[in-house]
Every structure is written in structure tokens, then in C-alpha cells.
């Protein structure tokens, strides 16, 4: 079957233009109201059950539940970061004024620390409360994926419309990660970045994420500092790989798990640092070629359905889906199938999860198919990736 990829995303992200890039969110629950009117909210196992049941639920409950929709940080970036995308494969000055548009309203959604100080501080964070087996952190609370993505997006907007508005924030980003989240580890060699300034946790790829912007504004600025520390958080995550080329979620033994995006993150940030780090290159080179074999051959069917984790298939997962995407148009260099494997990812996923009003549904599990369209989980990741093939089969 052809398939006309452009206009895909084109139906796409008018959909979520006139859904003005809000919605809800897998991890959302916690906005109840009828959750928060009760004491439950102030203990950690309630909390986490109520949000998983929310999540895993095969119909969407929040309009019962009165759970507004909302806007990401995250999500923002990942749709500017499309449109740069889209501008750098077609030149058409329409994506280029939407992209822009697209930062300013992340720009207003950014948590400013000392504001008058010479040298702030800026971070983004998840606009719900959200608990994990590890840590609770209140809506707001500056985290370290969100504000990932959004110094991504701002870096390649500098690289192409050259403000130095977006390299500034980028900047008082790295002042955040530097100043704020906890470290873990920390040697000589190696560096591990918490997910929050709240948590000590181990988390491979938002480390990786936090290292990787180090790296983007150190290489931009010649700082020194942020390279160096770019280089030990990859150094962190390569002396942890498992001998078949995985990388479990995190440190915890409760995080002992191995998944297909978590693992698609972990091979994208490592590319992109050992580009900019050039004492990387090399062991990099093989820690990536090890992990990327293992990736291909445990989670992909021969029709290009992506598997959640490497023993099992179900659920397959939209973000499963366009991370992988992401990542095989990135990883063609070292293996001449990740391309024509993201292609018929994409291909798969319009088949079986793309609703006709041109929006993708959450999951496929064995007996159902949900159908929330989530706005970053989803949306955003699938606007991303299919910029991303349209910009590396071009």
C-alpha cells in the first residue's frame, strides 16, 4: 500500500492544531478532582494505584473522573521540534513560522529560578502531579525529560533561525541541571543526574538527557564543564550495559526491566554525545553497535509491529511505536536496515493505530484497542517521528 507520509502529518498535526496541542496524558489521574477532594491524595500508595488504574484502564475515564486536558512543555517542543524538522527538509517558511510560534508558548511555560540574578536558572516540568514507585513530584515540579526536550528544540531553532534567545535559555537550562538535580556516582569517570531536584534516583536515559544538553550548549559555547560532565553521565550508562546489549530502566532493582522506547533513548542520546564528545567515539561506537543488535532482533515482528518489551509483545504501545521511529532514522549509520525498518514501523503503526480523523490511539493490547489520543505520549511522538522519516528519506 502507498503511503503518502507528508500528508499524514499534515492531517496530523491539523488535528492537534485545532485541538490547540492540548489533552490529556497516560500519567494525568492524579488530576481528579474527585481524587483530590479526598485525604487519599497525601499518601503514596493510594496515589499510585489510583493513577494506574486511571492509566490502564480500557476506556478513557477523565471526562468522568473531571480531569481536564492540558498543555505539555514536553509535548510543545516535540511539535516544534517537528516543524523545524519539516522546514529543514522543505524550506517552506510556513513551518518555520509555526515552529516559532510553537517555542514562544513554550518559552511562557518555563519555571524561572532567580529571575533577577545574573545568571538564572530555567526548567520545565509536567503540568499534572505525578507519582512513581520512587518518588512523588507535585505539578510544576522541574524535571529533567521535559526540560531535555525543550533545550533540544531550542538548540536547533538557534542552529537555524540563529536568536540568541533560545541559546540564552538553553544555557540557564544547563545552569539548572548543574545546580539542582542530585548526582549520583559522581567520580572521576562517571556522573548520574537525578529525574528531579526531589529524587535520588537512577534513571539511565533522563541522565543521558541531562548530559546530552550539557553537551549541545557546551560544544555551542566551548564550555569545558558541560562536556566533561556530558561525558562521564555517557560513560555511567556504558559501564552499565548488560553483556547482550541491554540497559534496564534504572539502578533500582524494582527498574530491572528492559523496554523498546526506554532502550531507543538510551541508543539516541549515546549517538548524539559521541558526536559532540570526540574521546567518546570510539568505545561508544561498539557500546551502541552491541545495543542496537539487541534492540532489532528483540523488539520489531517481521511487519514492523514494535514490541513494549523484549519478551513480550503486548502492549503495543504508540510511544513504542515513534521512538522507534526517531531512532532508526538516527541509527541508519550503523546499520543500513534501521531505515527501511522505521519506514515500515510507520507504516504498521498508520495501519493499526491511526484513527481516520488522522489522530494515533494509545495501545493495541491482545483484546482491545485504546483509543485515547493522548497528546504528548502520542501525538507529539508520532508528529516527531514521521518529520523525522520524511526528513531522512529526503
Known amino acids: 500500500m502507498q503511503v503518502d507520509f507528508a500528508e499524514i502529518y499534515n492531517q496530523l498535526f491539523s488535528w492537534c492544531q485545532r485541538e490547540e496541542f492540548a489533552g490529556y496524558d497516560p500519567f494525568d489521574g492524579l488530576q481528579s478532582r474527585f481524587f483530590q477532594a479526598t485525604p487519599l491524595k497525601h499518601f503514596t500508595f493510594p496515589r499510585l494505584a489510583w493513577l494506574q488504574m486511571v492509566k490502564r484502564s480500557g476506556k478513557n475515564l477523565r471526562p468522568f473522573l473531571k480531569i481536564e486536558k492540558g498543555v505539555n512543555p514536553k509535548g510543545i517542543a516535540l511539535f516544534a521540534l517537528a516543524e523545524i524538522s519539516r522546514f529543514r527538509t522543505t524550506g517552506d517558511t510556513k513551518h518555520s513560522q509555526l515552529a516559532q510560534q510553537l517555542l514562544e508558548r513554550l518559552l511562557s511555560l518555563k519555571i524561572e529560578f532567580n529571575a533577577r540574578h545574573p545568571h538564572p536558572q530555567t526548567a520545565f516540568g509536567y503540568n499534572f502531579d505525578w507519582q512513581s514507585r520512587a518518588f512523588f513530584a507535585p505539578q510544576g515540579t522541574p524535571t529533567v525529560v521535559p ?39 559522581e567520580s572521576k569517570d562517571e556522573i548520574c543526574f537525578s529525574y528531579t531536584p526531589l529524587d535520588h534516583t537512577t534513571v539511565y536515559n533522563a541522565s543521558l538527557l541531562a548530559g546530552e544538553c550539557l553537551a549541545n550548549v557546551g560544544f555551542l ?30 539502578g533500582q532493582s524494582f527498574q530491572a526491566w528492559v523496554d523498546n522506547f526506554h532502550t531507543a533513548f538510551v541508543l539516541l542520546s549515546l549517538n548524539r554525545l559521541q558526536k559532540l564528545i570526540p574521546g567518546l567515539q570510539t568505545e561508544t561506537e561498539i557500546s551502541i553497535k552491541l545495543g542496537l543488535d539487541y534492540w532489532l532482533d528483540n523488539f520489531f515482528l517481521a511487519d514492523g509491529t514494535p514490541k513494549y518489551y523484549d519478551r513480550e509483545i503486548y502492549p503495543i504501545d504508540i510511544h513504542s511505536a515513534s521512538a522507534a521511529i526517531v531512532a532508526l532514522c538516527e541509527l541508519n549509520c550503523f546499520n543500513q536496515g534501521c531505515l527501511p525498518l522505521a519506514e515500515k514501523v510507520a507504516r504498521w503503526t498508520i495501519e493499526n493505530m491511526r484513527d481516520t480523523e488522522g489522530f494515533f490511539y494509545y495501545q493495541k493490547r491482545k483484546n482491545v484497542i485504546v483509543k485515547t489520543p493522548f497528546i504528548r505520549w502520542g501525538q507529539a511522538w508520532m508528529a516527531y517521528a514521521l518529520a523525522k522519516l520524511l526528513e531522512a528519506k529526503g
Open 147 to 185: 526540560t531535555a526536550f525543550a533545550a533540544q528544540s531550542l538548540i536547533e531553532a538557534f542552529e537555524i533561525f540563529k536568536d540568541e534567545q533560545y541559546l540564552e535559555t538553553a544555557q540557564q537550562i544547563c545552569r539548572f541541571i548543574t545546580a539542582d538535580l542530585n548526582r549520583h556516582n
Open 221 to 250: 559555547t566551548n564550555n569545558p564543564e558541560y562536556l566533561n560532565l556530558a561525558e562521564k553521565s555517557a560513560r555511567f550508562v556504558l559501564n552499565r550495559q548488560a553483556p547482550n546489549g541491554a540497559w534496564v530502566y534504572g
